[in-house]
T-cell receptor, first 113, second 112 residues
Framework: QKEVEQDPGPLSVPEGAIVSLNCTYS??????FMWYRQYSRKGPELLMY????GNKEDGRFTAQVDKSSKYISLFIRDSQPSDSATYLC?????????????FGTGTKLQVIP | NAGVTQTPKFQVLKTGQSMTLQCAQD?????MYWYRQDPGMGLRLIYY???????DKGEVPNGYNVSRLNKREFSLRLESAAPSQTSVYFC???????????FGPGTRLTVT
């Protein structure tokens, strides 16, 4: 079993829809939870990170962490065609002298105008 | 401010050839990483360097070597390329204050 599981999609939604992206994990040592966005043929870029259980909002994006269920989500409100990308969840723990980051496999999102 | 730069952007190698992927960051970060990204596998850590002068193996180090030349530069070497090393390679540096990894644009490597 992978430490981080993420539905690969693809997910196709109409412009303006609310998008929900999810990951589950098994490692209780994970401390930080992140969402990265990766456009085609580009490197990933950080969207949001959270430390504790609960919600964190940034504009149209909300990250949610439920440590008791080992489940994290990213919600995108009023989705735009420019949101079309692959979204990677990532989780980190301090291990062996460095911040070890484990990535999900990514969910490909297409927002249709 | 260039962030993380990688060269080359594309490379085709024949089996058995060697090459070095270059990475540099101008953000004064201590930690740097090399990942490979394959369809359905996500990003997998090859090697990391927690600080200048130190390097350690990640999840998939076999067939690779690294050099942390100075604080800015972290190179990845394939001594004898194999088709299984066909992948997209990303270098990243780590900003401790925000737990953010900054990624380079990637190198697309094909080994025939």
């Amino acid at each position: 079993q992978k430490e981080v599981e993420q539905d690969p999609g693809p997910l196709s939604v109409p412009e303006g829809a609310i998008v929900s992206l999810n990951c589950t994990y098994s490692n209780s040592a994970f401390q930080y939870f992140m969402w990265y966005r990766q456009y085609s043929r580009k490197g990933p870029e950080l969207l949001m990170y959270t430390y504790s259980s609960g919600n964190k909002e940034d504009g149209r994006f909300t990250a949610q962490v439920d440590k008791s269920s080992k489940y994290i989500s990213l919600f995108i409100r009023d989705s735009q065609p420019s949101d079309s990308a692959t979204y990677l969840c990532a989780m980190s723990e301090y291990s062996g002298g460095y911040q070890k980051v484990t990535f999900g496999t990514g969910t490909k999102l297409q927002v249709i105008p | 401010n260039a962030g993380v730069t990688q060269t080359p952007k594309f490379q085709v190698l024949k089996t058995g050839q060697s090459m070095t992927l270059q990475c540099a960051q101008d953000m004064n970060h201590n930690s740097m990483y090399w990942y490979r990204q394959d369809p359905g596998m996500g990003l997998r850590l090859i090697y990391y360097s927690a600080s200048e002068g130190t390097t350690d193996k990640g999840e998939v180090p076999n067939g690779y070597n690294v050099s942390r030349l100075n604080k800015r530069e972290f190179s990845l070497r394939l001594e004898s390329a194999a088709p299984s090393q066909t992948s997209v390679y990303f270098c990243a540096s780590f900003r401790t204050e925000s737990y953010e990894q900054y990624f380079g644009p990637g190198t697309r490597l094909t080994v025939t």
